[in-house]
Every structure is written in structure tokens, then in C-alpha cells.
């Protein structure tokens, strides 16, 4: 199975899409999709595949071939090697920095996502401006225009109307319906070929049906002799049916629709804005640096495990990590945050973004599709071609919308003319009016629109929103459940306090709870806090556990001196289930009574405490919530250094907005119950799932949704993914794992729960448009038909009603890029 994608040209309304669609699908092993908006076919097909992962260029042609059989053109997209690397054609002169990279820079302050916002409106407009259909348009809507207000003017105001001005109508009208309209009848002709109709077809019919009833009129009836004059009506008037010529209706309706058709393209190529800037935000070149000596090459001749130079201003050229260097990153088209980020030697660093200070060096360790910016500018793509249910539905409504009114108009022409007995000017009109007015565009364009802008603003935020249907799951979300680990906290341990021995402050009310603290301050502990801590950190520092770190940094912070370090160690040992243990030489000190340092066992972890000491720790450890340390030297406990995930700054915040939009919250981690609750209780989380293992993470989901909630489960580790599956909507934190990516239906790159809140306010926000869309679009046929059908529409009203309509449906879509 391989996936191919094609763009599509000469789309002009949702039925094109649906033949299209139907035609691929028809093929053997073939199931595709066919989006109006984005103009793109997305095929996944049996016998696609070339063997070595990509595509077979003989299957693509044959993908083409159908296309093209039904009049429209089709080709495969040109490949970029990358969008971190889009444009590399074009490289940048050697010591400059990248212009965009400078205009975002300037930009970013205080505006999240100024980067993406910026590049988005160049992109937007230049695209605009090269764009041969956009131009081939506005040519025909100028001079559609231009011709037909004088012909327009002149049938709707009589005192203009001077002898033989029926004529001077002709000829500034044919142009407009001939030349003009040629696009509509076009494409009208190609699909009758095969036995199709769409919104063309009404167009042609209904404007050619004026235009050629006007040449019977004025060549073979009255309406071409001298001093002919008649008004003009909203509704649809009688009269001698060779008396009237529809020229107005004629230029007036192709003119509506142009201009529809030209600002529904436009509005339609800044919709996109937003995934054609992501694409084009790359460097264009880079600095490779070899044997210590800079070269600025394309940036498609960077490849991994090279080392390339990144001076204060320019774009950091692809995924890496910093080899030399410190500087502070601009990371606002990534995460949407304004705020730079310090980065030193072994952090990582995603290409696209701006340095803003400091020379880097820094080793390429993804580059081509593998970068973080070609996975988002993927899966925005993804997004985009895919189509909800609710659009599903407009597409079968509007697939067989064109045929049903074209009964509709003949139906109408035959009561008026047999039933009411209306004269034939009167039952002509009122079917052309009922033909222009009915086209589908507003509907087809409904939920495409909204879905292409509202992903795209989630890319500027930092929120990537897998799917169309991932909208629709959103809608009913009523619980969110919280991964703690990572999610509401940082995932990074950090010392609290250290607890020297005897200095509890708690009783179980036992007898061997109180003989312990007696036990326990009969023997405090000789060392001081700091002394404790930087014994057990100089044991921890030969550790990579995240506790053991924890304590090796806290340690190294406490040293008095920066040239001092932490004591001496040998024969360090690690023991599953009960901790570490080294030989430690300890520092010489006064309240140990002794003047020489001297080495002892240091001992850090609750394994090696037993006897009285457990119970001294059980006493000095009581009502702590944290994760505990026990330290022994030479067989006797010291003291404890107590240990927590600190939790993240915007966790609170974030959970008040969760309960503001009416969702019940619920921590679910694998940390003890009293760990859990503590947390849950600063940051005023709802309910607890504590001490749960993977499965258990999946079950309490299950339990939640059998209990009639429809969930969102949000998470970042390997732990998390199966309860992402699981959940209704499963959310994953951008720096969490890949499984937990993979298993999610919204990833967010911002590491907070801030942007997960977003995520939810703007899938919310973006299926209301949705809805009030196909609302507007389903009301405007509904309503508009019977109206045109009982008379009560002139037809030019009816074109220009229509055209209205659509740009109404992009426009409303459009509000979605001021979405904060």
C-alpha cells in the first residue's frame, strides 16, 4: 500500500470533486479522496508501491490518466526535499542571514507565531499574484465588468434607454456571456461528454438560455425594433415573449459569478497560508563547517552528522544539536511562544527556527522529511485532505444536488406555462432564476474552508490537529483526563529538602513509632544538611537514574566555591529494588571529631535501611508526599533527601480553563495515591486515578466512557499511548514519546497544558464554523429555490445571490486566523 497525492486543476465546484472521487474509486484497490478546497486528490493504493518505500511512477501516471480522461489536469506535486528545506533553488548570499529569518525575528515579540504569520502573508500574496487561474480570472471578471454595467444600467433604468440601445446591449454583451463565461461553458461541455452535470452546467444553461432568447428576440421577434423599451423588476415580470431580451440576466449572472469564483480562489489560497508558510520558512543555505573552515552550500547538500555554523539572526538550517556555543532560539513558529529559549552545548535545536544571539555549531541529526517541520507541515497536509462526516454528508447532497435542479427549473417552466398558464417570458424567467440560483458552491465549500484555516491557525499555535473527524470528537468532550508525569508536571525531578535524622515532625502513635524518635533524637545526625546532601549526590553522580541526577545536581548547586567538587567515590555499585552504595572520601570536619578526611560507605536508597532505622525513617518521613531518600554512612541512617516532580507553571491555570469549559478533570498516574492527591490539590484537579500501571491507565478510561463520559485523555509517554488510543480524543504533549504521537489524535508542540486547552477551545471553535457554514449554505438552497420557483427572484438577483453565498461561507471561514 502507498500513498500518492495529486493536485488537481479545473475544480469548479464540490460535484467536480465528487466525480472525480468516484472515478478513482472505481479503480482496483484504490480508495481516494478528493478535496474541493485544498484542490488535491489523496489516493492510497494496493499496487502504488515501488518496492523501495516510494512510489511507482507508472501507478501515478495511471492516477493521472483518469483524471485527465474526465477533463480535468492532474500531476504529482513537486517534491521538496524538505519544507525546513523549502526553496533551497534559490539560495541566499554567503554571510548574509536570511531575510525572512530577520523579518520574524523583528516580528516575534509579544506576537505568538509571528514567525508563521509573517511568512504566511508573503507567501499568501506572492502565490496570489503568480497564480495563473487567480490571473485568467481577474482578467475575465475586469472586463465582465466593465461590459456589463452599461448593459445592466441601461435594462434597469428606461429614461437611458435611447433608440436601438437593444442593440448596443447586444454587442457589449455577447463578449462577457462568450468570452468572458467561457471557463463555465467549458468545463459544462467536458462534463456532458461523460454524462455529467455540475454547478457549470446551471450557469451555461441559465445564462446561454437568456443570451439565445435574446438573439430570437431581437432577430426574429419585436424586440429589436426602433424605440423598444422595457423595465426592469426584482420579480420576475410578464410581458411579449418576443418583446423581452434577458441580456442584463445574461452578463449580469456570469459577471456574479466570476466574482465569486475569483474571491472564493483567492480567499481560498489564503486559507492555506498557513501550511504554504511552514513549507517556505526554512533556510535557504547553510554554513557547513569542515576542518575549521566555512563553507555556504544549498541547503539540500546537508546531510546528517554534518556540523554547520548558525550566526546571531539567521535559521538554524535543519534538526540538530548544538556542538559549541549558547544563544537564545526563537522558537515562535514552532510553538507559538514568543519567549526565547537559552540553549547550551547538548541541547537540541529544530531547524526553522532563529537564532537570536550567540554563534552556534551545531551537528544535523534529521534533515528531508525526517525534520520536525516537515512532520508538522505532513500532518497539517493530512489534516487538511480528509473530510468529517458532516462533509461527507454535503458532498452527497451536492452530488446529486445539480441533476435534482435541473428537474426542478423544467418542472417549473412546465407549471407556470400549463398550470398557471403564464405567459412564456414569465415561466422562461422563473426557470432561469431558479437554475442560477441553486448552485451547490456554498455547500461545498462549507466544512473544507473552516478545516483549512482553523488546522492551519492550530499549526501557528503550536496545536496539530491529526484529521477532520478529530473535530468531531472534540465537540462531546466532557472529562479530560491527565497523564501527571511530564503533563501536569515537568517530568524532571528536583531536590525539596533534606530531613536530617531526629528531625521528624510527625508520631504514628505507636510504641515503636515513639520509641523510635526517642531513639532518633538520642543520635541526630552529626552532619549538616549540605554536608548530607554532597555526600550523597557524589554517590548519586555515577548514576543516570532521574532521581539519582536529581540529587547528583542538587549537590553540585550547594558547593560554596566553583572550583570546589564533590567528594571522591570508588567502587560504586547499583542493587535493583534497594539503590546505590559507594566508598566515599568524606571531608575532614570539626563535628564529625575528626581533622583528616577518611573514607566510609555511603549507602543512598531505602533498601539498605532496616532494624531501628526504618522505624527513625518511617518517623522522620511522616505526611511527606514526595518521593523519599534515605542516606546511611557506614551503616547508620543520617537522613533523608526528599525528592518531587515539580509541577509545571501553566499547569494551574490550565486546569481552571479545563473546568471553565465545562470539562471534569482527573489525574491518572502511576504514583502513589498520596503523591497524586497532593498534586491534584495545587493545581485543583477534580478526581484521582493513582498507583496505575499501563493497562490499568486504559481501563480507568474505559470505566469513564461506560459511565456514559466521552473522554480526552491527555499523555506523553509509552504508558500513555494505549489509554490515547482508548480515549475519544487523545491528546499527546509534543515532547513526549513517538508512541504516544502515533496514538493520539492532536499532538501538541508547545510542552504545556496551556496549548492542550487551546486545543480543545479551537476544535470547538472550528466545528461551530463548520456548522454555521452548512446551516447558511443548507438555508440559502432551501429558501432560495421556492423563491426563484414561485417568481419571486429576478434571475440576475438570483446570480448575484449566489455568488454571495459562497464568498459568505470562505469569509465566515476566514475569521478562524484571529482565533487566540
Request: proline fraction near 4%; hydrophobic fraction near 45%; include cysteine.
Amino acid at each position: 500500500m502507498a500513498t500518492i497525492d495529486l493536485e488537481i486543476e479545473g475544480m469548479t465546484c464540490a460535484s467536480c470533486a465528487n466525480r472525480i472521487e468516484k472515478k478513482l474509486n472505481k479503480l482496483d484497490g484504490v480508495t481516494a479522496s478528493v478535496n474541493y478546497a485544498t484542490e488535491k486528490a489523496h489516493i492510497d493504493a494496493e499496487d502504488a508501491a515501488d518496492g523501495d518505500g516510494g512510489v511507482d511512477p507508472a501507478s501515478a501516471q495511471r492516477y493521472i490518466d483518469t483524471v485527465e480522461k474526465l477533463g480535468y489536469h492532474a500531476r504529482v506535486p513537486a517534491q521538496q526535499e524538505a519544507p525546513a528545506q523549502a526553496a533551497s533553488s534559490h539560495p541566499g548570499q554567503p554571510g548574509q542571514a536570511d531575510s525572512a529569518g530577520s523579518a520574524a525575528e523583528a516580528g516575534a515579540p509579544g506576537s505568538a507565531g509571528a514567525a508563521t504569520q509573517n511568512a504566511a502573508t508573503e507567501t499568501g500574496e506572492q502565490g496570489i499574484k503568480d497564480d495563473p487561474e487567480l490571473t485568467s480570472l481577474r482578467q475575465r471578471l475586469i472586463g465582465a465588468t466593465v461590459l456589463s454595467v452599461p448593459v445592466i444600467l441601461l435594462a434597469m433604468i428606461p429614461p437611458l434607454q435611447f433608440t436601438y440601445w437593444q442593440w448596443l446591449s447586444l454587442t457589449l454583451a455577447s463578449p462577457v456571456v462568450l468570452w468572458a463565461g467561457w471557463p463555465f461553458h467549458r468545463a459544462t461541455w467536458l462534463n456532458a461528454k461523460h454524462g455529467a452535470a455540475t454547478m457549470d452546467t446551471l450557469i451555461t444553461v441559465g445564462t446561454m438560455a437568456a443570451y439565445l432568447w435574446s438573439l430570437y428576440a431581437l432577430f426574429f421577434g419585436s424586440a429589436g425594433e426602433p424605440g423598444m423599451t422595457h423595465g426592469w423588476h426584482i420579480f420576475v415580470s410578464g410581458g411579449d415573449p418576443a418583446g423581452d431580451i434577458y441580456l442584463e440576466v445574461a452578463s449580469g449572472v456570469v459577471t456574479f459569478v466570476l466574482a465569486g469564483r475569483y474571491f472564493e480562489k483567492r480567499s481560498k489560497r489564503r486559507a492555506g497560508d498557513a501550511l504554504r508558510a511552514l513549507t517556505n520558512l526554512g533556510a535557504k543555505d547553510v554554513a557547513i563547517l569542515t576542518d575549521g573552515k566555512e563553507t555556504r552550500v544549498p541547503i539540500s547538500q546537508l546531510q546528517v552528522g554534518m556540523r554547520f555554523v548558525v550566526r546571531p539572526g539567521e535559521k538554524i538550517a535543519t534538526d540538530g544539536t548544538v556542538i559549541e556555543g549558547s544563544s537564545a532560539i526563537n522558537e515562535a513558529m514552532l510553538t507559538g511562544e514568543s519567549v526565547p529559549v537559552e540553549v547550551t552545548p547538548g541541547d537540541s535545536v529544530t531547524g526553522a527556527t532563529i537564532n537570536e544571539s550567540g554563534r552556534l555549531v551545531v551537528e544535523a541529526t534529521k534533515v528531508g522529511s525526517d525534520t520536525q517541520l516537515a512532520q508538522m507541515a505532513a500532518l497539517i497536509e493530512q489534516a487538511q485532505s480528509g473530510k468529517a462526516d458532516v462533509q461527507r454528508l454535503a458532498d452527497k447532497v451536492s452530488g446529486v444536488f445539480v441533476p435534482v435542479v435541473m428537474g426542478i427549473s423544467l418542472l417549473t417552466l412546465l407549471v407556470w406555462l400549463f398550470v398557471v398558464h403564464a405567459d412564456a417570458a414569465t415561466a422562461f424567467s422563473t426557470a432561469v432564476a431558479v437554475l442560477i440560483i441553486a448552485c451547490p458552491c456554498a455547500l461545498g465549500l462549507a466544512t473544507p474552508t473552516a478545516l483549512l484555516v482553523g488546522t492551519g491557525r492550530g499549526a501557528q499555535m503550536g496545536v496539530l490537529i491529526k484529521g477532520p473527524e478529530v473535530l468531531e470528537q472534540a465537540r462531546g468532550i466532557d472529562t479530560i483526563m491527565l497523564d501527571k508525569t511530564g503533563t501536569v508536571t515537568t517530568g524532571t525531578m528536583s531536590v525539596q529538602k533534606v530531613i536530617l535524622r531526629g528531625s521528624g515532625q510527625g508520631s504514628t502513635g505507636t510504641a515503636e513509632a515513639t520509641k523510635a524518635a526517642e531513639n532518633a533524637k538520642a543520635t541526630e545526625s552529626t552532619y549538616s544538611a549540605d554536608d548530607l546532601l554532597r555526600i550523597a549526590g557524589a554517590v548519586e553522580d555515577n548514576s543516570e537514574h532521574p532521581i539519582a541526577k536529581a540529587i547528583a545536581e542538587a549537590a553540585k548547586k550547594s558547593l560554596n566555591d566553583d572550583s570546589a567538587s564533590l567528594p571522591a567515590t570508588r567502587d560504586f555499585h547499583t542493587t535493583a529494588g534497594r539503590g546505590v552504595r559507594a566508598m566515599v572520601t568524606l571531608p575532614s570536619s570539626e563535628s564529625q571529631n575528626s581533622s583528616e578526611p577518611h573514607e566510609a560507605e555511603v549507602t543512598v536508597g531505602r533498601g539498605y535501611v532496616t532494624g531501628d532505622d526504618a522505624d527513625v525513617v518511617a518517623s522522620d518521613i511522616e505526611g511527606e508526599t514526595s518521593t523519599t531518600v534515605p542516606v546511611s554512612i557506614d551503616g547508620r541512617y543520617c537522613g533523608t533527601i526528599v525528592v518531587a516532580d515539580t509541577i509545571k507553571d501553566t499547569s494551574a491555570e490550565a486546569i481552571r480553563r479545563f473546568q471553565e469549559l465545562g470539562l471534569t478533570t482527573v489525574l491518572l498516574t502511576g504514583d502513589s495515591k498520596a503523591v497524586a492527591q497532593s498534586v491534584a490539590a495545587e493545581v485543583g484537579i477534580d478526581d484521582v486515578f493513582a498507583e496505575v500501571m499501563p493497562q490499568d491507565k486504559v481501563d480507568a478510561v474505559k470505566r469513564m466512557q461506560q459511565q456514559g463520559k466521552v473522554v480526552a485523555m491527555v499523555g506523553d509517554g509509552v504508558n500513555d499511548a494505549a489509554a490515547l488510543a482508548q480515549a475519544d480524543l487523545g491528546i499527546a504533549m509534543g515532547a513526549g514519546t513517538d508512541a504516544a504521537i502515533e496514538a493520539a489524535d492532536i499532538t501538541l508542540v508547545r510542552d504545556d497544558l496551556d496549548a492542550a486547552v487551546d486545543a480543545v477551545r479551537l476544535s470547538r471553535k472550528t466545528l461551530r464554523t463548520i456548522k454555521m457554514n452548512l446551516f447558511w449554505a443548507f438555508a440559502y438552497n432551501t429558501a432560495a429555490i421556492p423563491l426563484a420557483a414561485f417568481g419571486l427572484l429576478n434571475p440576475m438577483l438570483s446570480g448575484a445571490a449566489m455568488a454571495l453565498s459562497s464568498v459568505f461561507v470562505v469569509s465566515n471561514s476566514l475569521r478562524l486566523r484571529g482565533f487566540h
